[in-house]
Structures are given as C-alpha cells and as structure tokens.
C-alpha cells in the first residue's frame, strides 16, 4: 500500500509563486505515474499535471508555462512549481498515483489519493 501526503499549499497574491510536495511512502516500485489535481467548490477534480517513473509529464492546457511537476526517484517525492498564479489557480491540490507509464490525466485512472492541499490565489 502507498500512502501520500502533500504540503506546500497556502495564500499567495495574483502572479506570486508556490511549490507543492507529495511524499510517497510504502509499497513503491514497478513503473508508475505521479499526478496533480485540482478542486474548486462546486467543481469537478480537473487533472493538473502528471509524471511517469520516466519522468515524462504531460499538462493541463491552462497550466502549460506557468507549471512545473518533477520527480525525486531517490525521496520519493514529487513536486509541482506554480509560478504566475491567478485566482483561477485558487482550489485545492491533490497528489495521485496509479500503475503503468502512460500519459493519463483525468481520475479515474488513478487509485491512491493524498488527503489535499488548499492554494488560494488574491488579487
């Protein structure tokens, strides 16, 4: 079993910077995926960014430029740099992870879940 936890999240003004983390801990090996998403009230959970054990990543149209997720193999963590945020960016944050090295972002693809981080964006 895989446990993850992120950290990272909090309040920040319109064109600022954040840098989440997911750790991953447990049963981990084999080729896997990593993956953000993000919830707003109201909203559906929208895919952000994901990385495989290859470190490939694939992005959400609206995150291209401004967002970076990356992979530490060694600790097991990966991370999504938000730079130029916009109250848009505002929701919480979710770390996911799922078996396999294909590209997939949208939910249902993945089986382990983080308990979220809150990023709220100002104007």
């Known amino acids: 079993q895989v446990l993850l936890a992120e950290s990272g999240g909090g309040s920040v003004q319109s064109g600022g910077s954040l840098r989440l983390s997911c750790a991953a801990s447990g049963s981990i090996y084999g080729p896997y995926s990593m993956a953000w998403f993000r919830q707003s009230p109201g909203k559906d959970r929208m895919g952000v960014a994901t990385i495989n054990s290859d470190s490939v990543t694939s992005y959400t149209d609206s995150v291209k430029g401004r967002f970076t997720i990356s992979l530490d193999n060694a600790k097991n963590i990966v991370y999504l740099q938000m730079n130029s945020l916009t109250p848009e960016d505002t929701a919480t944050y979710f770390c996911?992870?799922?078996?396999?090295?294909?590209?997939?972002?949208?939910?249902?693809?993945?089986?382990?879940w983080g308990q979220g981080t809150h990023v709220t964006v100002s104007t």
């Open positions: 996911a992870r799922r078996t396999g090295k294909l590209m997939i972002l949208v939910k249902e693809a993945f089986d382990t």
